[in-house]
Nanobody, 114 residues
Framework: QVQLVESGGGLVQPGGSLRLSCAAS????????MAWYRQAPGKQRDVVAT???????NVADPLKGRFTISRDNAKNQVYLQMNNLKPEDTAVYYC????????WGQGTQVTVSS
């Protein structure tokens, strides 16, 4: 059974940083394009960043320069480094494939507040 387990969220002040991790129990993980998503209260779930099997990355335009996605295929993990966080980054963050092929995990809450 595939599991996606996100971690690393928390409460951080504006301007702070967090590094999110996602552990994926997917046998074909290394061949998949993975993505980080986020969902703020009352809003739809949006793609934040993607990373291909070959390591090519793409970050949503408004987040470029602050967010970085990476992966470790040996550990079946994908990461999201978030710097200079802003209150509008407050959301639950999830990982999944780009096509959202698997059941969503519980996500990890990120709250940016002073």
């Amino acid at each position: 059974q595939v599991q996606l387990v996100e971690s690393g969220g928390g409460l951080v002040q504006p301007g702070g940083s967090l590094r999110l991790s996602c552990a994926a129990s997917i046998s074909i993980f290394s061949s998949l394009t993975m993505a980080w998503y986020r969902q703020a209260p009352g809003k739809q779930r949006d793609v934040v960043a993607t990373i291909s099997s070959g390591g090519d990355t793409n970050v949503a335009d408004p987040l470029k320069g602050r967010f970085t996605i990476s992966r470790d295929n040996a550990k079946n993990q994908v990461y999201l480094q978030m710097n200079n966080l802003k209150p509008e980054d407050t959301a639950v963050y999830y990982c999944n494939t780009l096509s959202a092929a698997y059941q969503w995990g519980q996500g990890t809450q990120v709250t940016v507040s002073s």
